[in-house]
C-alpha cells in the first residue's frame, strides 16, 4: 500500500512539475521524504526488537542448560 502511494504521489509530482507547478511538487517531495523516514525508523525499531528477543532467548536456553 505505502509502495502504491508513493509512486502514486512521485507520478504526481513529476505531472505538476511538467506543468511548472513546483510549489506542489515540492511538498509532495517533502511528503515522500517524511513517509521515507519514518519507514527507516520502523526498520530501526524491528531490528531493536528482533535483536533483544535473540537476547532473551540466549539467555533462556542458557538457564536450561544450567537447569540439566
Known amino acids: 500500500m505505502r509502495k502504491l502511494r508513493r509512486m502514486v504521489l512521485r507520478n504526481e509530482a513529476n505531472r505538476l512539475s511538467n506543468y511548472g507547478q513546483n510549489g506542489k511538487s515540492i511538498e ?3 511528503s515522500l521524504w517524511a513517509d521515507y523516514k519514518e519507514l527507516q525508523q520502523h ?3 524491528a531490528k531493536k526488537e528482533s535483536g533483544l528477543l535473540a537476547q532473551i532467548k540466549s539467555i533462556k536456553r542458557k ?3 544450567q537447569r540439566l
Request: glycine residues 0%; proline residues 0%; without cysteine.
Open 28 to 30: 509532495i517531495f517533502r
Open 43 to 45: 526498520k530501526e525499531v
Open 63 to 65: 538457564r536450561a542448560a
